[in-house]
């Protein structure tokens, strides 16, 4: 089995910060995409960021020059640098990622979700 759990959830007032964490751990031959999705009350889950294995990293217009994601293949984690936080990016936070449990099966896997708010 593969378990995903993040941290790093909060409060913090409007332009301040904060830092994500997700580690993935359990049955794991390797790691491919890593994404991390947000969803407010009475809204859509949304794609927020997403790296590849080779760095290679995309994110939602909402977030450009205000997040980064970055991962620590070492370590199977995966991290959200939030900067200049608005009100607008409250809601909660999952990670997703693409994992290799064997040579050739790949499953996707979500964590359980951390609480971003951020006050005016």
């Known amino acids: 089995q593969v378990q995903l759990v993040e941290s790093g959830g909060g409060l913090v007032q409007a332009g301040g910060s904060l830092r994500l964490s997700c580690a993935a751990s359990?049955?794991?031959?390797?790691?491919?995409?890593m994404r991390w999705y947000r969803q407010a009350p009475g809204k859509q889950r949304e794609l927020v960021a997403s790296?590849?294995?080779?760095?290679?990293?995309n994110y939602a217009d909402s977030v450009k020059g205000r997040f980064t994601i970055s991962r620590d293949n070492s370590r199977n984690t995966v991290y959200l640098q939030m900067n200049s936080l608005k009100p607008e990016d409250t809601a909660v936070y999952y990670c997703?990622?693409?994992?290799?449990?064997?040579?050739?099966?790949?499953?996707?896997?979500w964590g359980q979700g951390t609480q971003v708010t951020v006050s005016s």
């Open positions: 997703n990622a693409d994992i290799r449990n064997g040579f050739v099966s790949v499953n996707n896997y």
């Open positions: 790296i590849t294995s080779d760095g290679s990293t």
């Open positions: 359990g049955s794991i031959f390797g790691i491919n995409t």
